[in-house]
């Protein structure tokens, strides 16, 4: 049972430049939502989703892009990555309504743009 | 989702128990208290929730006060492992759609 998987885990982009971090999970969870760690503070949230075809804003969506075509799969695409966009980035997985909201966390996505 | 307040630090001895507290004073009926911690820089990891009695689970135990107010987090014999930031979360189970929100945390230091 491989939990909550992010690609890459490293990456280093140049201003202006786009990408998609990957995040899939393998627990049939209805939640899943990204978040951002900026050095020394805590977890934000960028944008969440309650099942396939159903995303929304979190607290710093600005910048970022989200899509869920499947149960599995949920990506986060950064449109034209600027500096202030460096950060450790966190994809989360949970049941839905009515179940334990604990949230399986993938190891984080370290992104650098210079 | 109520907001909480944890001090920013805290030290313990390896074998000792960690008591972390947490302050929410504003908790609703229906919110739950959650605990999470991260090690260095991984994705944060699950330890405990509860809504009104007290929890206990393999990896700590969680004391809400009757009225619901305040809470510590208990690591009965914390060990060098256990040094992580530790955050109280409360949120609604119903509504919140899994949305954590994480504020500064307590940097919990366990010594040799």
């Known amino acids: 049972n491989a939990g909550v998987t992010q690609t890459p885990k490293f990456q280093v982009l140049k201003t202006g430049q786009s990408m998609t971090l990957q995040c899939a999970q393998d627990m049939n969870h209805e939640y899943m939502s990204w978040y951002r760690q900026d050095p020394g503070m805590g977890l934000r949230l960028i944008h969440y989703?309650?099942?396939?075809?159903?995303?929304d804003q979190g607290e710093v969506p600005n910048g970022y892009n989200v899509s869920r075509s499947t149960t599995e799969d949920f990506p986060l695409r950064l449109l034209s990555a600027a500096p202030s966009q460096t950060s450790v980035y966190f994809c989360?997985?949970?049941?839905?309504?009515?179940?334990?909201?604990?949230?399986?966390f993938g190891q984080g996505t370290r992104l650098t743009v210079v | 989702d109520a907001k909480t307040t944890q001090p920013p630090s805290m030290d313990c001895a390896e074998g000792r128990a960690a008591n972390l507290p947490c302050n929410h004073s504003t908790i609703s009926g229906n919110e739950y208290v959650y605990w999470y911690r991260q090690i260095h820089s991984q994705g944060p990891q699950y330890i405990i929730h509860g809504l009104k009695n007290n929890e206990t689970n393999e990896m700590a135990s969680l004391i809400i006060t009757e009225d619901r107010k305040s809470s510590t987090l208990i690591l009965p014999h914390a060990t060098l492992r256990d040094t992580a930031v530790y955050y109280c979360?409360?949120?609604?189970?119903?509504?919140?759609?899994?949305?954590?929100?994480f504020g500064q945390g307590t940097i919990l230091t366990v010594h040799p």
């Open positions: 989360a997985s949970s049941y839905g309504l009515g179940r334990s909201i604990e949230a399986f």
């Open positions: 979360i409360v949120l609604s189970g119903g509504t919140s759609y899994g949305k954590l929100t």
């Open positions: 989703s309650v099942g396939a075809g159903i995303t």
